[in-house]
């Protein structure tokens, strides 16, 4: 009999989460790369696909200004069928399509990283008048890691040994709330600059979203507790009041630096059924989760 995993999301066999070593980011998406599922520009980024034709950042794109979805693997849209099926292809598609959304993500960074991206590859963008900035969880769940790991700008994804002991969940949220604060000042100042309008949005966890899985849900997050760590490691800062406390220290946050801020937690809870099926395991998506997280995008921030 085959797994949950294997029967309800084949697609996931082609997330194969093999980056590739990069100066300066530490790694990213390998360029020009084809699977079933996913597809990448020259130099990494996912192709999105909007009401007037394919779109990415080193890659083809209609002519004219763009907008971006900023993030980490959630916005990159693994658990998707498709290129088709990640935010930005939606948001371009269907719920935001007046101009062309970019799909500016990059799998397991942190918020030094997702800025660094910008600084990298500002070159290769035409006029942008939005930028979406749909992160935070991996700041909070590195914010585990000890204070030698952490170093000047937050600790990053292997870099180092599993500690022998763990903030507690307040210390957490501090530390990650600070270093995603200060780092999106650094997106503001870079928006400004390219003359956009930019937000900040806390991405859903799937614990954050709503107490109860979906019995999809259920059966996949139970298969992958016998094969991952993920529970064992993250367990304290998965329930929905650690979700809303940071929620609440970021949105703070992000009013000192004059940045919207919205929570998709609670309103991708609002915006859809108890039963429906929206994640593939507690941080990505399935197709019809990431229409959900487009759709509540599009009308929690006025997109168009």
């Known amino acids: 009999m ?7 999301t084949p697609q996931m066999a082609h997330y194969t989460f093999v980056l590739e070593d990069q100066p300066y980011i530490g790694f990213f ?25 394919p ?29 088709h099926a990640t935010v930005p292809s939606r948001l371009g598609s269907h719920w935001a399509p007046d101009l062309p959304w970019l799909n500016f993500a990059g799998q397991s960074l942190n918020s030094v990283q997702e800025l660094m991206l910008l600084t990298l590859f500002q070159h290769l963008l035409p006029e942008v008048t939005e930028i979406v900035l749909c992160s935070g969880v991996n700041n909070l769940v590195l914010s585990r890691l000890p204070e030698a790991q952490q170093g000047r700008h937050g600790a990053f994804f292997e870099c180092g040994p599993a500690p022998a002991s763990v903030p507690t969940p307040a210390e957490r949220i501090a530390r990650a709330t600070e270093l995603t604060v200060r780092h999106l000042a650094g997106w503001q100042r870079m928006a400004k600059g390219l ?15 709503r107490e109860d899985p979906s019995p ?8 992958l507790d016998e094969v991952s760590n993920w529970r064992r490691l993250h367990n304290d ?3 929905m009041e650690v ?11 992000c009013a000192a630096v004059g940045v919207p801020f919205l929570d998709l ?3 991708l809870a609002e915006a859809t059924a108890p039963g429906d099926w929206l994640f593939v395991d507690r941080v990505h998506c399935v197709d019809a989760g990431y229409d959900a997280v487009a759709r509540v995008l599009a009308e929690r921030l006025a997109l168009s």
């Open 55 to 83: 779109a990415s950042v080193a890659g083809p794109r209609p002519p004219g200004p763009v907008r971006l979805l900023a993030g980490s693997s959630a916005v990159f849209g693994v658990g998707a069928t498709g290129d």
């Open 216 to 223: 999809q849900e259920k059966a996949l997050f139970d298969e």
């Open 237 to 239: 800062i998965a329930s």
């Open 29 to 53: 998406q390998y360029g020009d790369e084809r699977t079933p599922v996913c597809t990448t520009d020259p130099c990494g980024f996912r192709i999105s696909h909007c009401a007037a034709g």
């Open 195 to 209: 003359g956009a309008r930019i937000a900040f949005v806390l991405q859903p966890l799937a614990p954050w979203v």
């Open 265 to 267: 937690n609670p309103a």
């Open 2 to 8: 085959p797994s949950p995993r294997a029967e309800l």
């Open 243 to 253: 979700g809303r406390a940071y929620a609440a220290a970021l949105r703070e946050g």
